[in-house]
């Protein structure tokens, strides 16, 4: 192994997994490209980045990365997808990467896939196992992670968080015996940094840590960590699992999904093989990680409130929904005594009443789908503005309904907004 470092392109840097190696292999003394799909943040962070989004046609092609790779010496492919289209999956994970591998004039580095890939029939898991063909068909060293956990959160170990901060009882896929030995991000940053400066042979290798747990014990000691009372465990009977899985990939509940449900209930334990089990450091055990420092106010604060973000949606949708159809059914004669001292007519205010009914369920629509939620999130305050100034103008004694008539229309803004800055996972 040498100590010399060259410039590495972290492809999919902004992800839970690509952020951790970024900073990781930045600290330890490697030079940085960043790629993303939206890399600004990552650019503000201090990296030098390389806008790429791996599904549009140009970035499948070798042209496209030819001039982008000047004095790039090494690649870590950290992109993925876990649940989407099959054109997304194969881009993503197999035609845009295969073409920067052709475009290198070396290829040295490392593609991070996912333990267990071999054995699941998921769209996930058949096209990860072609993009590790193609890594490997260049070269590439292949590195199959466990379950990653960090001092952050994303997905999955999110969502795994906020089961363990829900105040009742403790929800767990199936009876919660299924295993895992999860791996600290900062830690696999190490191993790839280990990996980067020295030769390993194709792999596929395996990672994880030293310390098996169970879900049930996983999620526990999570709930310990945040400072919280012990509560019941609640099993989720697999079909329930399952359909909750279903009815996350329809919404877009981000780690809700099918494939979520499916790795939960199987475990996902790796088994680190010899070319790389004798590293100069080692990874530390799940419990050592956990309790290395305390859990702060934003941490139990984000646990509690994580799947409040598909609930609000939900919420909303809702609202947006009854208002949709009561605008385009509700007789005229109900709503326009509300606004008699109006000076605009009877018909345009009729009209106006069903077009506002037509614009509010394409939005309930949009939010039940998961469609763009940050700019539905902008659509809804402007709707939910320009009613309350225009029936403010037609009729201000709205504002003095015994039941907060216009007044309700404060709490929603304030709703919205919160949906706003919890969709806003970055």
């Known amino acids: 192994m040498t100590d010399a470092c060259g410039k590495v392109l972290v492809l999919g840097a902004d992800g839970f997994i690509g952020r951790h190696l970024a900073f990781g292999l930045r600290d330890a ?35 496209y990365w030819r001039d982008k790779l000047e004095d790039v010496t090494h690649v870590v492919n950290a992109a993925g997808v876990l649940h989407a289209s099959d054109t997304t999956y194969k881009a993503v994970h197999v035609d845009a990467p295969n073409a920067l591998y052709a475009a290198m004039k070396t290829v040295r580095g490392i593609l991070i896939s996912a333990v267990g890939i071999d054995e699941a029939d998921t769209a996930f898991a058949r096209y990860r196992r072609d993009g590790e063909q193609a ?5 590439m060293t292949i590195l199959r992670a466990g379950l990653v956990l960090a001092d952050t959160s994303y997905g999955g170990s999110s969502l795994a968080r906020s089961l363990a901060a829900l105040p009742v009882a403790t ?34 290798h395996e990672i994880g840590g030293p310390e098996t747990v169970t879900q049930r014990d996983m999620i526990a000691a999570m709930r310990q960590w945040l400072g919280l009372r ?5 099993p989720l009977p697999m079909a329930v699992a399952r359909m909750m899985g279903r009815l996350g990939d329809a919404m877009r509940w981000g780690p809700i999904s099918a494939t979520s449900v499916a790795q939960l209930s199987s475990g996902v334990v790796a088994q680190t093989g010899e070319a790389i089990a004798n590293l100069p450091n080692a990874p ?24 409040f973000r598909p609930l609000v949606r939900v919420v909303l949708g809702v609202l947006w929904l009854v208002s949709g159809v009561l605008g385009l059914v509700l007789p005229s004669e109900s709503f326009l005594p509300l606004v008699q001292n109006a000076t605009l007519p009877d018909g345009l205010l009729i009209a106006l009443a069903r077009l506002g009914g037509l614009v509010d369920l394409a939005i309930a629509a949009a939010l039940f789908r998961g469609w763009r939620p940050k700019l539905i999130a902008g659509l809804q305050a402007a709707m939910v503005l320009s009613y309350t100034v225009a029936f403010t103008a037609l009729a201000s004694v709205l504002w003095l309904l015994p039941l907060g008539g216009l007044l309700k229309n404060l709490p929603i803004l304030a ?12």
Do not use: C
Not at 34 to 40: I, N, T
Not at 175 to 190: V, Y
Not at 284 to 307: K, V
């Open 29 to 63: 003394g490697w030079d940085v490209l960043a790629s993303a799909r939206r890399p600004e943040r990552l650019e503000r962070m201090g990296f030098n980045t390389l806008k790429a989004d791996l599904t549009s046609a140009e970035a499948q092609t070798q042209d």
């Open 135 to 139: 890594a490997e068909a260049h070269g």
């Open 171 to 204: 929800p767990v896929v199936g009876n919660g015996m299924q295993t895992f030995n999860p791996i600290h991000a900062s830690d696999l940053s190490l191993v790839v940094d280990h990996m980067l400066r020295g030769s390993h042979g194709p792999g596929p």
């Open 230 to 234: 012990p509560t019941l465990v609640l």
């Open 284 to 307: 530390r055990g799940f419990s050592q990680f956990l309790f290395a420092r305390p859990a702060g106010t934003q941490d139990l604060w984000h646990a509690r409130l994580y799947l």
């Open 415 to 426: 709703l919205i907004a919160v949906m706003a800055i919890l969709e806003d996972e970055r």
